[in-house]
């Protein structure tokens, strides 16, 4: 962290020329100088050949280059004749359109006005509360609903992205026993049997295995199959599971409890390796929003210590980051729970981290109930219980912890549970195995052998309930259809308890059910509906004449009012922890973790999240095998090189990446890939990490062994694309940050290479004459970097997958891009999140360039792009010094596939080949809300106003930070032009004159002054 | 010898500037094409499954616009009826004629009318028909005399140029809101005057420029930026 440290004139290294210079030279300068030199990939900072190249051109090598057949010479023959056919292209004659209006159009329904609808997308379990966008009954962009306290108007990615998941054409279609169609009522005729026969039994043959359940209608259901058939068995396993957040709990308080923090009243937080910022990690969208807003500089700025094994954006956001092995992760917790006066046993120590555990010691003791400690869920149980019993001791609970009932409606341990189910079915005690969504085939612990039980094994009935033909549905009699949670009725809890009811949007593309339907068929009622059914159980809780209306408010709000879990007091049972086997200090530990991405798999198939750039290593399409900078010098081993590693005698093979910030003698592995039958999109990315997992280590175990094979293998990483330092090796000051103290000193830091006010003989535009000049802020302070503005973008703006082999070559379409800058020490980097959408310049340098006219200037300073002049001679994106351009390279929209088309956002025009597109500012939502805005002003005979706030963009709506905000700059009230005249905001670039729209908060970090040396 | 006769000078000067004319020709011919109706689809008629007179139902009936175009006040699209709106007299009247069998059938089966959309732009074109009837472009300033077409068709060739005739000068077309839906409504003329806000106007000009100030019109640039229509 050491060299973290920014001195003001250093923050922006402007004229430094670049030397080329070897890694160890680069070392030892970044040793000597400590000031900070911000860059991108490791490359970048070795200098190499490959990224000098790379600075001097538009795309990367292969971009931009003919690599086709056709010989230079054929293609300029081509050319000529198509050159001298190109004023025909303006003579299309458009084709017969029909138009086919409703027979009886219900109620509400306006032809081309969306409708939003409150629903909720589960995931582990918790649910993310959502409002979706409806055109003509076909949902298309989900946001998050602003009511709920979970949310607060923002989501995830993973929710972002489901609606392409609906969409998905690779979903299961169909009932299918032993691969032919059949109708559900063969299905419902079928199982008869089997269950009366079970029946008699008592139900002893059935298990029935699902997914985290949270849903309590699901829970009623299970509980009503249950007392039917009271012998049989209901399994719950997910691999991405919270068994040591649990079993934490118990060993802490003595039973299971859900843990929530309550990081708006946090004044220091402890990350023991739980990166909690992240989609994935429970309560994530609010913990970013609460954690955002207690970063403003101007306020109380919080202060925040991450120990983590794996580079996160949680440690990103660190004012101190301690990169340790997950192993060491314990000793560390023991070392600061000794200290804040937490005895269980042991001899704590902090080895050569000393310093540092004393630093955070006293920053918690100064702040005794505004502080919070967090484990991670892949931590053990122990590490839970020293960050509860840390809580407890330093007064956070109440303040910055709560504790409630778990929102799991079983909380088992769900590796234990699944070891049950493998034994019963080695044992020969299943007859009749239903399986709940999920894909154990693929994803249980490689040591419970499902795969060869389930293959093996002599159960007369396997059914398959879920999304997708996948690993399990393969190996089981029955694959029923899983109607998709846009499709079905449902409820489920989000992370405080609030109980949201899931409503459809669309019904079901190919007639699927849902699981309240297939519970509802196993208890003999085959016909019921899950309107029936979720609507039936909260009646029962709600009887009374006033139903119908609570019904009504609760759809239209999206949850159940006051339905929250009351904090419960809690009392610390824990006595003494035993101490955990000590760990060589050389022994290569092994890292398993959910991919940032495709999570565990069940988004393999999801184009949006494959492409999207995994926040630190920026890879799409692939996991890899991360290692540190430090162990690929000492083994000699470069990024996109291929190794095995083997783990208690199961090996993987994969390629390397080599991560910044990685700390040494440890590798991380992502799960998720691999997958045999995803579909289109997931079969065959990656390599299955799965393979190495066992259940005495679900998420880490030492003693791995790394050997360089000698192949190689591309991999796809945006980073070090799109850059903006200049050819000559000029290194621009792009991310500005300081710390707190020096940006008290100087709160103008960021200011410098601003253009003077006029630069131009020519008077330029004034945009006072509109009622509206669009502008926007970026808070580097607040951006977590979770990617979300990038899914949210896609899905709002029709941005189309490109596929790796594309990406490779720079051609991906992302209107908004996150960069990720590192600044000091490869081994232990401070890193900085920059999103980088169109800067919609007021000079804007593309439009001087463009033959056609095809991108120009609006009154209202938008930077317009104009599909249909567009005759994709790139000069713009050549010209754009953010490089935030795009050009559609090939045909990358999918015009053919029929649920495609149904996705896409009706106001907005899907690009075609050979067309340039970039950022609009959301133009349609501009438009909108300017039509109604003016409709409404002329029929209320009132001035014209677009109220601030209420028109947002794509990107902004979507952030759980809030950190895009988007406005009226001629308004000085609003709340953009009030940011935009903060000390902390500066242009990117500004120095070019190119007068960007889109400005930013320079980030300011707080660190401890005793950890600064 | 000889071997071209004199008259060849005659063909070789020709050459020499034929070819220019020739390519202006042509380019006149195909700017010609692109205006064409077989391009724009201007007056054509297109062939419905229902032979529906606009002319019948407005002029002979007197019925508003809006009992079937519903939504143009709310929406973009201004709205095609459903064929329960055409149920609601025809199952009264005209029960059994034979011209009307699609629209009984369709309300039957539930399935749709297919009618051949008629005003069509293309994709990359995002017209709104709620801000043009609310800042007082009539319905015949852009669709024509609907009223006296026994069969429709477009009557513009709603080619961009066509757009930005007005919009580089609405104040030339505008009417006073309650006259967006008459068909029969004039620009005012000394002796036709119109009345609005109070003032009697007896030419465009000044009543156009009324029209824009009350109106809140956006300014040229505005109306012409790319993005008003593109996106």
């Known amino acids: 962290m050491e060299n973290a440290k920014s001195k003001r004139e250093d923050v922006c290294p402007g004229k430094k020329p670049a030397n080329r210079m070897d890694r160890a030279t680069v070392e030892r300068q970044l040793k000597e100088t400590k000031g900070p030199e911000y860059w991108r990939s490791l490359e970048e900072l070795a200098g190499s050949p490959e990224f000098q190249d790379m600075l001097h051109r538009e795309f990367p090598k292969g971009a931009s280059e003919w690599l086709d057949s056709v010989s230079r010479r054929g293609f300029l023959q081509l050319m000529g004749a198509s050159l001298a056919m190109a004023g025909m292209t303006g003579c299309t004659k458009l084709p017969l359109q029909e138009i086919v209006p409703y027979v009886r159009q219900p109620e509400q329904v306006i032809p081309g006005v969306a409708m939003y609808y409150a629903t909720a997308f589960t995931l582990s379990g918790y649910a993310n509360p959502l409002l979706v966008e409806s055109h003509l009954g076909r949902p298309t962009k989900i946001e998050g609903n602003n009511l709920h306290p979970a949310s607060l108007g923002g989501t995830d990615i993973f929710a972002q992205a489901s609606i392409l998941g609906m969409y998905d054409p690779d979903r299961s279609q169909a009932i299918t026993h032993l691969g032919d169609v059949e109708p559900w009522a063969e299905f419902v005729k079928e199982i008869k049997g089997p269950l009366a026969v079970q029946k008699a039994l008592a139900g002893a043959g059935i298990r029935i295995l699902t997914q985290t359940i949270s849903s309590p209608t699901l829970k009623d259901q299970m509980q009503a199959f249950l007392a039917m058939y009271p012998k049989a068995k209901w399994h719950v396993y997910e691999p991405v599971n919270r068994d040591n957040t649990l079993e934490g709990a118990k060993l802490a308080f003595g039973e299971a409890l859900e843990t929530q923090y309550r990081l708006e009243n946090a004044a220091v937080i402890v990350s023991l390796d739980a990166d909690f910022l992240y989609a994935g990690f429970p309560g994530n969208v609010r913990y970013i929003r609460d954690f955002a807003k207690k970063r403003n500089p101007d306020a109380e700025m919080s202060r925040m210590y991450v120990v983590e094994s794996n580079p996160s954006s949680t440690g990103a956001k660190a004012d101190h980051r301690l990169p340790v092995r997950a192993s060491e992760v314990e000793g560390f917790a023991r070392a600061i729970a000794s200290a804040v006066g937490v005895n269980v046993g042991g001899a704590p120590s902090s080895g050569e981290h000393t310093k540092f555990v004393e630093s955070v010691v006293e920053d918690l003791q100064k702040h005794e109930g505004e502080s919070v400690i967090i484990a991670g869920d892949h931590q053990p149980p122990a590490v839970h219980a020293l960050a509860h019993a840390m809580n407890v001791a330093l007064g956070n609970v109440g303040k910055t912890v709560v504790y409630t009932d778990p929102v799991d409606s079983n909380p088992v341990n769900q590796v234990e549970s699944l070891r049950d189910l493998v034994s019963d079915m080695r044992t020969g005690q299943v007859d009749l195995l239903v399986i709940m969504g999920g894909n154990p085939v693929y994803d249980a612990p490689a040591d419970l052998g499902f795969r060869d039980c389930l293959k093996n094994s002599k159960i007369s009935l396997r059914i398959y309930h879920g999304l997708y033909e996948n690993e399990t549905a393969e190996l089981c009699h029955w694959s029923v259809n899983e109607a998709h949670y846009l499709e079905a009725w449902s409820d489920g809890r989000a992370y405080d308890g609030t109980v949201s009811v899931v409503q459809p949007l669309i019904a079901p593309l190919y007639a699927g059910k849902s699981a309240h339907e297939m519970l509802s068929a196993l208890v003999s009622v085959p016909d019921a509906t899950g309107y029936e059914i979720v609507r039936g159980h909260w009646q029962k809780q709600h009887a009374g004449p006033e139903f119908e209306a609570w019904w009504r408010k609760t759809l239209n709000d999206g949850f159940i009012e006051g339905s929250a879990y009351p904090p419960k007091s809690v009392s610390l049972k824990l006595q003494s922890l035993p101490v955990a086997a000590a760990v060589g200090a050389n022994s290569l530990e092994v890292n398993l973790r959910r991919d940032p991405s495709v999570y565990d798999g069940q988004f393999a198939n999801n184009g949006w999240l494959q492409e999207l750039p995994k926040p630190m290593s920026k890879l799409t399409w692939d996991n890899a095998v991360l290692i540190g900078p430090k162990m690929a010098d000492r083994e000699g081993i470069k990024t996109m090189d291929v190794v095995t590693l083997e783990l208690g005698g199961r090996k993987i093979t994969g390629p390397v990446w080599i991560q910044a910030g990685h700390p040494d003698h440890s590798v991380t592995v992502h799960l998720g890939y691999g997958r045999r039958k995803a579909g289109r999109a997931g079969t065959g990315a990656g390599f299955d990490a799965y393979v190495l997992r066992t259940t005495n280590a679900l998420w880490f175990a030492t003693g791995g062994k790394l050997t360089k094979t000698g192949d190689h293998y591309q991999l796809a990483s945006t980073q070090g694309y799109q850059t903006m330092d200049t050819g000559d090796g000029e290194t621009r000051p792009l991310v500005r940050a300081a710390t707190l103290e020096e940006y008290r000193k100087e709160p103008k830091f960021a200011k410098e290479g601003e253009p003077p006010a006029a630069l131009t003989l020519y008077p330029g535009y004034d945009y006072k004459k509109s009622p509206d000049a669009w502008g926007m802020t970026i808070d580097l302070n607040a951006c977590v970097g979770c990617n979300n503005c990038i899914i949210a973008c896609q899905s709002e703006n029709n941005i189309a997958v490109v596929g790796k082999e594309q990406v490779v070559k720079g051609r991906h379409m992302h209107w908004i891009r996150v960069d990720a800058y590192y600044q000091g020490d490869r081994d232990a980097p401070q890193a900085y999140f920059q999103p980088v959408p169109c800067m919609q310049c007021e000079n804007a340098p593309c439009e001087l360039v463009c033959p056609v006219g095809a991108t120009v200037h609006s009154s209202e300073g938008l930077n317009d792009m104009v599909y249909n002049r567009c005759i994709g001679t790139r000069y713009c994106s050549n010209n754009c010094p953010y490089k935030v351009r795009r050009f559609n390279f090939l045909l990358f929209q999918d015009w053919e596939t029929p649920q495609y088309k149904l996705m896409r956002n009706p106001d907005v025009s899907v690009r075609s080949r050979g067309v340039m597109e970039k950022c609009t500012y959301c133009v349609q939502r501009i438009t909108e809300h300017r039509i109604n805005a003016e409709t409404a002003a002329v029929r209320e005979n009132r001035e014209f106003k677009i109220e601030d706030g209420s028109l947002q963009t794509a990107c902004q709506q979507s952030c759980p930070a809030d950190a895009i905000v988007f406005g009226n700059i001629n308004d000085p009230n609003s709340r953009v032009a009030k940011l935009k005249a903060q000390d902390r905001n500066y242009g990117l670039l500004a120095d070019l004159n190119t007068r960007p729209r889109t400005t930013y908060l320079a980030e300011i970090r707080n660190p401890n002054p005793e950890l600064e040396t | ?231």
């Not at chain 2, 620009?187 to 465009?204: E, H, N």
């Open chain 2, 1 to 231: 010898m000889q071997i071209f006769p004199r008259s060849t000078n005659a063909i070789s000067r020709a050459s020499l500037f034929g070819p220019v004319f020739v390519a202006a020709a042509l380019f006149w011919g195909m700017a010609q094409l692109q205006r064409s109706p077989y391009i724009t689809y201007a007056g054509v008629r297109k062939s419905q499954p229902v032979p529906f007179s606009h002319q019948h139902h407005v002029t002979g009936l007197g019925i508003d616009c809006r009992y079937c175009h519903t939504s143009v006040e709310q929406s973009s699209f201004a709205g095609i009826p459903p064929t329960k709106t055409c149920m609601n007299c025809h199952s009264q009247i005209w029960t059994n004629a034979p011209m009307l069998e699609p629209v009984r059938a369709s309300y039957r089966t539930g399935e749709s009318l297919q009618w051949t959309r008629i005003n069509q732009l293309p994709d990359f074109v995002y017209f709104n028909h709620s801000i043009h009837v609310t800042k007082g472009v009539g319905c015949n300033d852009c669709h024509g005399p609907v009223d006296q077409m026994p069969l429709m068709y477009q009557e513009a060739s709603l080619q961009m140029e066509w757009c930005l005739n007005c919009h580089r000068a609405p104040q030339e077309f505008l009417r006073p809101r309650e006259q967006v839906f008459n068909m029969r409504y004039q620009q005012p003329t000394a002796s036709l005057p119109v009345k609005f806000d109070g003032t009697t106007y007896t030419d465009q000009d000044s009543l156009g420029s009324a029209l824009v100030k009350k109106y809140q019109l956006r300014t040229e640039k505005d109306i012409t930026s790319c993005s008003t229509c593109h996106r």
